[in-house]
């Protein structure tokens, strides 16, 4: 299920998923099993969590604006892989050691879209620890959380433009 702000956002989540799926299919059938609902929020900024055992992404718009759908796909598998590190007993590891594999994961899928050049930028956020600069946004955290309680309550219904369900 997709949630966000506006059509475009919608369009851009639904072109990543066909790029999975035309790339890796193996991949994109296992997906919505580890991936429940992304939800993209009002808020700018690149902050996101994945929610488990919820299932739940959170992104803040700027992450989907501001980058291209070979990049959006990429994120998309780098959560999705966070869901099996829960199941194997990995989730309450330190972030940085989280992020590490789930980032090789995420460059093995680039490297067949882009080539090296997806390799490159992969190299250059992990570089930045972005995991680092988001745990500054202590505000996004907040509303994360607020947004998966009304989630849960039901409540959620007047924020969503969109919802597709893509299982
Ligand atoms: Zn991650």
């Known amino acids: 299920m997709l949630y966000a702000p506006h059509k475009a956002i919608i369009t851009k989540l639904e072109n990543a998923l066909d790029?999975?799926?035309?790339?890796?299919?193996?991949?994109?059938?296992?997906?919505?099993s580890r991936l429940g609902v992304i939800f993209i929020t009002r808020r700018m900024g690149v902050?996101?969590?994945?929610?488990?055992?919820?299932k739940i992404w959170f992104a803040n718009r700027s992450l989907i604006e501001k980058n291209n759908i070979q990049w959006v796909a990429?994120?998309?598998?780098?959560?999705?892989?966070?869901?099996?590190?829960?199941?194997?007993?990995k989730y309450i590891a330190p972030i940085d050691r989280l992020e590490s594999p789930a980032l090789k994961v995420q460059a093995k899928f680039l490297k067949k879209v882009e080539g090296i050049r997806g390799v490159i930028?992969?190299?250059?956020?992990?570089?930045?620890?972005?995991?680092?600069h988001m745990a500054e946004d202590v505000k996004?955290?907040?509303h994360f959380r607020n947004l998966l309680k009304?989630?849960?309550?039901?409540k959620i219904r007047g924020r969503r433009v969109n919802k597709i369900n893509h299982a």
Request: charged content about 30%.
């Open 19 to 32: 790029l999975i799926r035309n790339t890796d299919n193996r991949e994109y059938k296992k997906l919505f």
């Open 121 to 132: 930028d992969i190299k250059k956020v992990t570089k930045d620890s972005y995991w680092k």
């Open 140 to 142: 996004s955290y907040t």
């Open 47 to 54: 902050t996101n969590e994945f929610f488990m055992p919820e």
């Open 150 to 154: 009304y989630f849960e309550d039901g």
């Open 74 to 89: 990429s994120l998309i598998i780098h959560e999705a892989f966070h869901a099996t590190q829960f199941k194997n007993g």
